[in-house]
């Protein structure tokens, strides 16, 4: 089992820019997919982005350019860029598993989008 620890997040202005960091602890990260998730007050948890074991990435229509999904597999890490925030962006940001959750879900990060 794999735990993650996110951090990163906070209060920004439309337009700006954050940027996330994912700790992962545990055995065989490197074998998984990884993908950021989030859930914003109200609505269920959903995949925002995600990464390979190989590398490969997938973006959600909503923030395809505005946001860039990387990891490192030797220090069992993962980060989500992201630029051109919108308010529509405002969420708790979680990272695990991808396809599926390959751990407990950790406490998230808190992002808001806010003037």
């Known amino acids: 089992q794999v735990q993650f620890v996110e951090s990163g997040g906070g209060l920004v202005q439309p337009g700006g820019s954050l940027r996330l960091s994912c700790a992962a602890s545990?055995?065989?990260?490197?074998?998984?997919?990884i993908g950021w998730y989030r859930q914003a007050p109200g609505k269920q948890r959903e995949l925002v982005a995600r990464?390979?074991?190989?590398?490969?990435?997938f973006y959600i229509n909503p923030v395809k350019g505005r946001f860039t999904i990387s990891r490192d597999n030797v220090k069992n890490t993962a980060a989500l860029q992201m630029n051109s925030l919108k308010p529509e962006d405002t969420a708790v940001y979680y990272c695990?598993?991808?396809?599926?959750?390959?751990?407990?879900w950790g406490q998230g990060t808190q992002v808001t989008v806010s003037s």
């Open positions: 695990n598993g991808w396809p599926g959750p390959i751990g407990p």
């Open positions: 545990g055995s065989g990260f490197s074998m998984y997919g």
């Open positions: 990464i390979s074991s190989a590398g490969n990435t």
